[in-house]
């Protein structure tokens, strides 16, 4: 089978001029590597296309794929990471995980916990405030106090912990109003408003989709000595090494957060392989924070394969686990 690797590789960005932290989701030449590797190992031959654009150019010319292994992240808007999944649906082409519809839900953590919301999946009451203006409005207010301080906050669509930083917690009126303008003004979208949960922090890998989506485990995330406290931030996560520890949890609440990670995938209809974050509250229950359906997938650093890793199981068992599902699916 041919199958084509859609990518956003980091470094070509960083050329153009982007920051560290505006490329922070996009990929390194070794997790491509790593992954055409991983491909090619299950007898496929790999077609590496590159971003989005690249796949415009490579579409207008011709070429086609029996499947496209896909992985790109996008740059500029919610459904950034829905552009190469809508044109591959618009030319036939099956792609791996999630499909476009699905991916620009699940960017945006506002509607992604509106729908679960809906669905009675467990997550914590929330807030978005859209514009500076919203923090004026009466009834807007008053919809806000009725979430108690603390309160966490958090730009409504990045990913890789992006715009999570300590000022992230916020006790008060005055540091809440200055925090909010402040990531309104550097994300340029929407914040996503919540109760801080100080529980523990859980990530479930999940695989499949519908009734035959199953959970991977449910990794616990153990903050160091050395790390920004009380929050799984983008400084820690790109320092995870030194900051950050993983374990597989099996225990009652570790159990209850799988079921709600699997609750939640179903819902929101997502497939093939990708990771829900949560976390438990004073009362002891875990509630769904976010969920990732185009999760990172480098072999050595991303959660999903560091708790397959875990596990004692191979990567390429795991590329080829995803494929298998993508397969299936495309052949009927």
Same mark, same amino acid.
């Given at each position: ?41 299950? %007898? ?6 590159? *971003? $989005?654009? +690249? ?7 011709? +070429? ?12 500029? %808007? ?5 552009? =190469?999944? #809508?044109?591959?649906? #618009? ?23 509106? =729908?679960? !919301? ?45 715009? $999570?930083?300590?000022?992230?917690? =916020?006790? +008060? ?15 340029? !979208? ?14 479930? %890998? ?9 959970? $991977?485990? #449910? @990794? ?18 790109? *320092? ?12 009652? !609440? ?5 079921? $709600?990670? &699997? ?8 497939? +093939? #392989? ?17 969920? *990732? ?13 560091? @708790?397959?890793?875990? &596990? ?18 495309? !052949? %009927?």
């Amino acid at each position: 089978m041919r199958v084509g690797l859609t990518y956003d590789l980091r470094s070509d960005y960083l050329r153009r001029g982007y920051s560290p932290e505006e490329t922070a989701e996009f990929d390194k030449e070794e997790t491509i590597d790593g992954l055409a590797h991983a491909i090619a190992a299950h %007898g496929h031959a790999v077609d590496r296309i590159g *971003n $989005v654009r +690249d796949l415009v150019s490579r579409l207008a010319s011709g +070429d086609r794929w029996d499947l496209v292994f896909n992985i790109a992240e996008g740059m500029h %808007g919610i459904a950034r990471e829905a552009q =190469v999944p #809508a044109l591959l649906e #618009a030319y036939g082409i099956p792609c791996t995980f999630s499909d476009a519809g699905v991916l620009t839900l699940c960017l945006h953590k506002g509607h992604t916990k509106a =729908v679960l !919301q809906a669905a009675g999946v467990a997550t914590a009451p929330f807030l978005v405030c859209e514009r500076a203006e919203d923090l004026a409005r009466a009834d807007w207010r008053a919809r806000l106090d009725a979430i108690p301080f603390p309160l966490f906050v958090k730009p409504v669509a990045e990913g890789t912990g992006k715009g $999570v930083t300590p000022r992230s917690i =916020v006790r +008060d009126t005055g540091d809440f109003v200055a925090t909010v303008r402040d990531l309104l003004k550097a994300h340029d !979208q929407p914040v996503l408003i919540e109760p801080y949960l100080d529980g523990r922090e859980f990530t479930v %890998g999940l695989l499949g989709s519908g009734a035959s989506a199953r959970t $991977v485990a #449910a @990794m616990e995330v153990h903050l160091g000595d050395g790390a920004e406290p009380g929050l799984y931030s983008y400084f820690n996560k790109e *320092n995870w090494e030194d900051r950050v520890t993983y374990s597989i949890a099996t225990d009652a !609440q570790a159990k209850e957060a799988e079921a $709600v990670a &699997l609750a939640a995938w179903r819902a929101l209809g997502c497939r +093939d #392989a990708g990771r829900a974050d949560l976390r438990a509250g004073s009362d002891g229950r875990v509630y769904f924070l976010e969920v *990732n359906p185009l999760a990172g997938i480098n072999a050595q650093v991303s959660d999903l394969p560091i @708790m397959w890793r875990l &596990l004692g199981r191979n990567y390429e068992d795991l590329i080829g686990i995803i494929l298998d599902e993508a397969m299936s699916r495309a !052949q %009927g």
